[in-house]
Structures are given as structure tokens and as C-alpha cells.
């Protein structure tokens, strides 16, 4: 769903980029109570290279069109809504200027859309079935692929009503409406079978983590002599793998499936270029301003192996979001710890 320069107007652009800069102001300030502990600066800026790498594996949805994870439920489910947003934007950030996905003018709208809405919805769906549902590891499992599922054709409706106020071409809004949130409710499906299987790998691991299972603990109550009392608290148990482990394994999974695994992505458009092509929408659709650079379209520029030039392409861009998600979270940690230490 990345949106290209030329499908929206100046002026709308301008707009979702103050809406998008005042998003991301507040997530900075949310940031810094979510990012509690110092080495959460690495998970969160290692969720972000997770994303980008997903992104990357585009899976058939319907005839000769493709989907792809955008990300905001998983992120915001693993370090939390306001981090996520940050998340998505530095994945956003990485993908628009070096690899020329996603048109720079239209960056506020794609923070908008696949940033702020996919992540205020899907956490505000995930915490809501939490209320209801037992308090358990499955349960969240379960609320975070129905948030997942809801998040993806949010965003397309934001798209829909975004292009009403300032799409550049004169096509029918019922019949983007109809075809935007038809193909990405099936995009959705798979948005929530990759979150729901990320987050239940690390809620089995390390629930302490999961930013989205805190709290999840009820004390257990005894009936003495016909009253409840609260259970001693347990020993608590160590954790089955350390934070160094989760941290390297979730990097080589990302370099692997952005190495490797995304040669053998669906080449068919995603949903926002097929539903563009078929009505017409891309008529206005502007050159990239990063279309000449080395690793444009996600390949190297001079390597003419197809395998080798997508694969580098891919590992380049893990390695400089995990780096430069990482420099951020820390710097908002630490502007979070500073007060603390005056």
C-alpha cells in the first residue's frame, strides 16, 4: 500500500504530512514510557528490520495480485503503539529514500496510512477482545491476528477517503472503495496469519517481551475457610532464552528472508498497484525522486544476477533499518532516562 507521488494532490499531501509529523511528535513522547529498560532500544529497532523484511515477501492474494505485511498490529503488539508507529516510519523512511517504494512527497500519507491508522486500530481491536477474552498466552495470540485481519482494510479505507479529498484522477470513489477494501480484506488474512504466528513464536519464549501480554498474569486465589485469598506469588522462573538470543535469532530471520526467502516472492502488483492499474488511479503517477538510486526497486545497481542483486539489496536494507531504528529507540530512551538522572 505504499502510495507513489502523484496519486494525491499537494495540497492533501501537505496535510497527512502535518497530521503524520504531529503522530510522530506523540509517539516520541509514548515511546519513551513504552521503551521501559534500555535494551528494549534493540527489539524495538529489531521489529522494525523484521518488517522491512517481510515487506519484502509479497504473497498471492487473488488473480494477479500480491500482498504484503505492513505491520503497524505486529509491531504495536510487540513493543507497543506508539514505538510502532515509529516502527512502521523508520521501515517507511528506509524503503522511500533508498529503494524508491513508497513516493517521498507522499511519505505523510503512507505514515498516515500504514503507520498511524494500521496501529491505532489494531491495538484499540486487540486491547478491546483482551478485555473479553480469557486472560491467557492464546489469548493473545488469537486478539492479535483478528486486530491484524481488521487493521489492513482500515487502511484502505483511510486510502479511499484520502484519494475522495485529493486523488489526482477523476475515477469513480465507489468503485476504488469497492475494489480497495475487496483486496485488502484478503490481505488482511494474511497480515494476521504472519502476526499471529510472530507474536505467538514470542509470547512462548518470552512473554515478558510482548508488550501486548503485560499484565496478563491473574494472582491466583485460594478459598480458605470459605473466603478467597491471593496465592503466594510463584519463584519466578528464568527465561527459556535470553535477550541476546531472541535478538540474534530474529536478525539472521530477517536476513535470511530478505536475503533469500524474497527471491521467491510473488512478482503479480500488491493490492494499491493492481487496484490503481484496473481503475485507472496511476495516470498521474509522478517518476521517484530516488529512482535513480543504487538499490531502486530492491535490487543493486551493476549486479546483473537477479538472485545476487535482490538479495543484497535486501540484506543491505535489514542491516540499515535494525541500525538506524536502533540509533532512534536509543535516543529516545535515553532522553527518557536523562530527567531521571539530573
Not at 255 to 270: E, H, R, T
Amino acid at each position: 500500500m505504499h502510495v507513489p507521488d502523484g496519486f494525491i494532490d499537494a495540497p492533501t499531501s501537505a496535510v497527512t504530512g502535518v497530521v503524520a509529523a504531529g503522530a510522530l511528535a506523540v509517539s516520541l513522547r509514548g515511546a519513551r514510557r513504552e521503551l521501559g529498560e534500555e535494551r528494549a532500544a534493540p527489539l524495538a529497532g529489531l521489529v522494525a528490520a523484521f518488517i522491512f523484511a517481510v515487506q519484502m515477501l509479497n504473497f498471492p492474494v487473488a488473480a494477479g495480485t500480491s500482498g504484503h505485511l505492513l505491520g503497524g498490529a505486529l509491531a504495536a503488539i510487540l513493543v507497543g503503539p506508539c514505538t510502532a508507529v515509529l516502527c512502521v516510519s523508520v521501515v517507511l523512511l528506509m524503503q522511500g529514500v533508498l529503494f524508491a517504494d513508497g513516493g517521498l512527497t507522499a511519505l505523510g500519507v503512507n505514515i498516515t496510512d500504514m503507520a498511524l491508522t494500521t496501529t491505532v486500530v489494531s491495538y484499540a481491536v486487540f486491547r478491546g477482545l483482551l478485555a473479553l477474552l480469557p486472560r491467557t498466552r492464546r489469548s493473545v495470540t488469537a486478539a492479535s491476528f483478528v486486530a491484524a485481519l481488521v487493521s489492513v482494510p482500515a487502511a484502505a479505507v483511510v486510502f479511499t477517503l484520502i484519494y475522495a479529498i485529493g486523488g489526482t484522477t477523476n475515477v469513480s470513489l465507489g468503485k476504488v472503495a469497492t475494489a480497495m477494501i475487496g483486496v485488502h480484506v484478503l490481505i488482511g488474512i494474511g497480515e494476521a496469519v504472519i502476526t499471529a504466528l510472530t507474536v505467538g513464536a514470542v509470547v512462548a519464549v518470552r512473554p515478558d517481551l510482548v508488550y501486548g501480554a503485560r499484565g496478563l498474569r491473574q494472582r491466583l486465589q485460594l478459598r480458605v475457610n470459605g473466603e478467597l485469598v491471593d496465592a503466594p506469588a510463584p519463584t519466578p522462573v528464568a527465561a527459556r532464552t535470553s535477550r541476546r538470543t531472541l535478538w540474534i535469532t530474529g536478525l539472521v530471520t530477517s536476513l535470511v528472508l530478505a536475503g533469500f526467502v524474497s527471491f521467491y516472492a510473488s512478482a503479480n502488483p500488491d493490492g494499491l498497484e493492481k487496484v490503481a492499474h484496473d481503475q485507472g488511479i496511476d495516470r498521474k503517477a509522478e517518476r521517484h525522486a530516488s529512482a535513480d538510486s543504487p538499490l531502486a526497486d530492491y535490487g543493486v545497481k551493476d549486479v546483473s544476477d537477479a538472485r545476487l542483486s535482490g538479495g543484497l539489496a535486501g540484506v543491505i536494507g535489514v542491516g540499515v533499518t535494525v541500525v538506524a531504528g536502533s540509533a532512534v529507540f536509543w535516543a529516545v530512551r535515553r532522553r527518557r532516562a536523562v530527567p531521571a538522572e539530573a
